[in-house]
């Protein structure tokens, strides 16, 4: 059924506490979809990631805080940015990944692992390191339809968007699959296929402040990807891409954008960050 959502807001669970699940990633469990998202301390540093579901996408249920500073000592002081959680049918496990920091700066440029046996479980922390020794920033995953996991993330200073094949369990880099944009210094990627055609959805680099958000498509992951190309206004109507939710209907698959208005461009701290979701569609 049709739901009206408030952009632009910060939104709020059934007691009236916001929903910080920022920078996130949404996964689908029976009738239930998970989102998981930062949760920070006030001075922006790694407090949590925290796990909500719903399902109709307006009422959020807060179930745990999946991700602490307590699951590993790497994570007392730290910054855990853009958790995406991925369903590994072979092995029955949930596996997060995540873009990690020291908490102080932007040098680490690591990717981070945790898995989990139940969706919205405890998360074993299974640390972090840079996939074939490459740099890792902002950061993605996406499983296709034959069960291959992908991570895509942003190498060597942001310049180049890394698509790494993840092993069968999906928590380490198999191989290096396409750098289709070198210096395109393109961030914050979402990736999803319709009708058999990848979508790479990314910002510019400009930190908290919003920009251009531009996409390409390819009907091979490896190779053949279009150039990039500009798509919503020149701010993304104040917002960074987050996530892109396909949404199974009776009749239609929908696809929906998952945007985050970071407060830091307004020099707030991150949780006060709001959501701005939109539709996408498709001229062809
Ligand atoms: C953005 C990035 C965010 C966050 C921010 C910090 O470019 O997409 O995830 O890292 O910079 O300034």
Known sequence: ????????TQFTDPN?????????????VGEYYYWFGENRNDDNTFRYVSAYRSTDL???EFRNHVLTQESDPELATANIERPKVMY???????VMW???ENGQDYSEARAAVAVSDTVDGDYAYRGSFRPLDHMSRDITVFVDDDGAGYMVSAARENYDLHLYRLTEDYTGV???VANPWPGGHREAPALFKRDGVYFMLTSGATGWDPNQQQYATSTDLAGGWSEMRDVGDATAYDSQTAWVLPIQGTDETAYLYMGDRWAGAWDGPVNESRYVWLPLTFPD
């Open 1 to 8: 059924a049709p739901v009206t959502i408030a952009n632009g």
């Open 16 to 28: 009236g506490e916001p929903v910080h699940a920022h920078g996130g990633g949404v996964v689908k």
């Open 58 to 60: 307006k009422n959020w």
């Open 88 to 94: 590994n049918e072979s092995t029955g496990q949930f």
């Open 98 to 100: 995540a873009h990690k």
């Open 174 to 176: 198999a191989e290096l």
